[in-house]
């Protein structure tokens, strides 16, 4: 079964950084593009942002770009989301997610890791 794994969450102090990582068992999803999401508690799921393996990026918000970069290690299969400069508001459940198509992948990909609570401190 294959699976996209999330790590790296945490509670760091505002102004902290973080770096989460997005790692699969294996298979075909392993070649397919990848993002990440967040939900903060009541609201909905939010794109933050996706990558291709070709090093094509897209960021949900400009706002999220000048803070958070995704990238991607094809050697590991691993996609990371560098935050640096993390605000309270940040705090959210991060999702990992996969697509064989980039554009679907930012609206309603096809597969979901579990998720990593990121909690950010004032």
């Known amino acids: 079964q294959v699976q996209l794994v999330e790590s790296g969450g945490g509670l760091v102090q505002a102004g902290g950084s973080l770096r989460l990582s997005c790692a699969t068992s294996?298979?075909?999803?392993?070649?397919?593009?990848r993002a990440w999401f967040r939900q903060a508690p009541g609201k909905k799921r939010e794109f933050v942002a996706a990558i291709a393996w070709s090093g094509t990026n897209t960021y949900g918000t400009d706002s999220l770009k000048g803070r958070f970069t995704i990238s991607v290690d094809s050697a590991k299969n691993t996609v990371y989301l560098q935050m640096v400069g993390v605000k309270p508001e940040d705090t959210a459940v991060y999702y990992c997610a996969a697509d064989p198509d980039y554009w679907t992948l930012q609206s309603t990909p096809k597969y979901w890791g579990q998720g990593t609570q990121v909690t950010v401190s004032s």
């Open positions: 294996g298979g075909i999803l392993s070649r397919y593009p």
